[in-house]
């Protein structure tokens, strides 16, 4: 009864990944996030994403920060920041948000701030989205792996 | 598990983003390469024991100088990097006569053939495109071998420099590439540096079974 459990859960998983790749929201870089876990390094996936969510969040603050100042004209900062984000979404297979943030670049070197402001808002909606969506992959995945675990108790 | 033959690539890995440090840690674990992971070209070259410049100075390294441990097989390192650049760092290996020889590999986001070629024309074994995959990694063993050859051959010189002691077993001159001779790996008299008579490695007289 439990086993089915942990199968259920697996198939929740596979469905979720599926939609998000896809929406685009992700790619086949993810995979290989996934594909380089293993018993040696169990949360590696856990771990990346983590990073790069504390990192984005200190970036999109930035970001705004920046374009809502009255006297605002350091396209240059803006698109250093850009960059840093561009890499690290590309490295875990966040396409969309990539995307967006090569559209926002654009703006940026048009000196365009109207366009920032609205790359800007549309790399934070981007962004919240991907982040509720792989906080619930891994919360799938804990429950997967408690229902596996109670499957088979540790007989002492 | 456990075969004391198996030879131990170590990599030198620079990238200030921490993310891609992660990365390519476990892409080059995942491979079973020793990494060390540094932020930055100038972190990279305190820890090959060069200084980025001549003046002596008096602070202690903030990465422990790589002097007596094992050798550098490999450097791979991120292209776009604030201060240092990959190009730079590049290019300060290949002007140093202790480091020239070890292959470097360069990394970047970005795909524009005038900076791949500049690396390539540098020096640099190969470019790669980010994110980096395994099947990137899979194409550096051909550079980390060649590496560990001119090691060892350097290795067979100096002890032929100086009279072995008797407790070591007598070393062939052709040696099969999967069975190093390990206790010779850690050897202290083995420098970091090459020795000032060598001039360039010389592969005749060896032969890969």
Redesign the interface.
Same mark, same amino acid.
């Given at each position: 009864m439990l086993g089915l459990g942990a199968d259920r859960l697996r198939a929740d998983m596979n469905r979720l990944l599926a939609l998000l790749f896809h929406q685009g929201v992700l790619d086949e &870089?993810f995979l &290989?996030?996934q594909?380089?876990q293993?018993e040696? /390094?169990p949360n590696?996936v856990y !771990?990346?994403v983590t $990073?790069?969510f504390n !990192?984005s969040e200190k970036l999109l603050r930035n970001l705004r920060e920046l374009l809502l100042d009255k006297e605002f004209s350091d396209y240059k900062k803006i698109g250093i920041h850009l960059?840093?984000f561009?890499? /690290?979404s /590309? /490295? $875990?297979?966040a396409k969309r948000v990539r995307n967006v943030c090569v559209a926002f670049r654009a703006a940026s070197e048009q000196n365009n701030r109207a366009g920032c402001l609205r790359a800007l808002e549309l790399l934070e909606h981007e962004y919240c989205y991907l982040k509720n969506k792989l906080h619930e992959l891994f919360q799938i995945e804990q429950q997967r792996a408690m229902a596996a675990a109670v499957r088979y108790p540790i007989q002492d | 598990m456990g075969m004391a033959a198996e030879a131990q690539f170590h990599v030198l890995a620079v990238d200030d983003s921490l993310i891609d440090r992660k990365l390519i840690e476990r892409l080059l674990k995942n491979s079973s390469y020793q990494v060390t992971a540094v932020d930055s070209g100038s972190k990279a070259l305190e820890f090959l024991g060069l200084r980025e410049d001549d003046q002596t100075n008096p602070s202690p390294p903030s990465v422990p100088s790589n002097h007596h441990e094992m050798q550098v097989n490999l450097i791979i390192t991120d292209y776009c990097m604030p201060g240092m650049t990959g190009y730079d760092l590049l290019k300060k290996i290949k002007e140093s006569s202790s480091l020239k020889d070890i292959p470097v590999v360069i990394m970047s986001s970005e795909n524009v053939p005038s900076r791949i070629n500049r690396c390539l024309e540098e020096g640099a074994e190969e470019f790669l495109l980010k994110p980096v995959q395994l099947s990137d990694v899979n194409r550096l063993r051909p550079h980390l071998l060649k590496g560990k050859l001119r090691e060892q051959k350097l290795q067979q010189q100096q002890q032929q420099l100086s009279p072995p002691p008797p407790q070591l077993p007598q070393q062939q001159q052709l040696q099969p590439l999967q069975q190093p001779q390990q206790p010779n790996n850690k050897r202290k008299s083995i420098e970091e540096g090459l020795s000032p008579e060598r001039t360039r490695p010389r592969y005749s007289g060896l032969a890969v079974v």
């Open positions: &870089q &290989q996030l594909q380089l293993d040696t /390094s590696f !771990e990346v $990073i790069f !990192e960059n840093q561009m890499g /690290s /590309s /490295s $875990i297979g | -």
